[in-house]
């Protein structure tokens, strides 16, 4: 059974850095076709898609938001870890993470629960 | 503002049929087959129910249906139960490895 679960604060202040980890269980990420992504949705629910890693490292970003994230993994503590800099309050939301496999592209199957972050001084 | 088009709210009484809209472009939904589907109840997390246009994971129901013309994807909801009261949101992949959502939809059933 797969699980995610993300971690991290809940309040950071403006122009901070926001580092959020998921831990998962029941798959590895070093396995061909495996890959893990960051999603977030605004208090007005709406989705935006912020991040990709895959099992051979490879790392994909939304236009938008780039130059603000890193994805990093750490096979071995069944780990991902999504930096975001510069936080601003528009920033707020639930971020989530979850998992995909080459089986169904640009696709989350498993969603871990969420946690809220809230930007302000 | 969300680059796929959702009505706000759709609508339905048990047992009717309901289909709710998602309006990309020759960019993203027009290009592609990678559209998805979530269904998110509240306090939840979202959950798959469509992806590839019309493909089911297992345990879906085959009451969800999923289909796609041109630049519109659409996830057709039959034999509505009200437990499929929530709110939707459809995904397409937009090349560049850019992946776009929807705004979402509220279903409620009368």
């Known amino acids: 059974q797969i699980t995610l679960k993300e971690s991290g604060p809940t309040l950071v202040k403006p122009t901070q850095t926001l580092t959020l980890t998921c831990t998962f269980s029941g798959f590895s990420l070093t396995t061909r076709g495996m890959r893990v992504g960051w999603i977030r949705q605004t208090p007005t629910k709406a989705l935006e898609w912020l991040a990709l890693?895959?099992?051979?490292?490879?790392?994909r970003y939304t236009p938008s938001l780039k130059s603000r994230l890193t994805i990093t993994t750490d096979p071995s503590k069944k780990q991902v870890v999504l930096t975001m800099t510069n936080l601003d309050p528009v920033d707020t939301a639930t971020y989530y993470c979850a998992h995909g496999t080459s089986a169904m592209p640009w696709t989350f199957h498993i969603w871990g629960q969420g946690t809220m972050v809230t930007v302000s001084s | 503002q969300s680059a796929l088009t959702q009505p706000p709210s759709a609508s339905g009484s048990p047992g009717q049929s309901v289909t709710i809209s998602c309006t990309g472009s020759n960019s993203d939904v027009g290009a592609y087959t990678y559209v998805s589907w979530y269904q998110q109840h509240p306090g939840q997390a979202p959950k798959l129910i469509i992806y590839?246009?019309?493909k089911r994971p297992s345990g879906v129901p085959d009451r969800f249906s999923g289909s796609k013309s041109g630049n519109t994807a659409s996830l057709t909801v039959s034999g509505l139960q009200a437990e499929d009261e929530a709110d939707y949101y459809c995904n397409s992949y937009a090349g560049s490895s850019n992946l776009v959502f929807g705004g979402g939809t509220k279903l409620t059933v009368l």
């Open positions: 890693i895959y099992w051979d490292d490879d790392r």
């Open positions: 590839e246009v019309n």
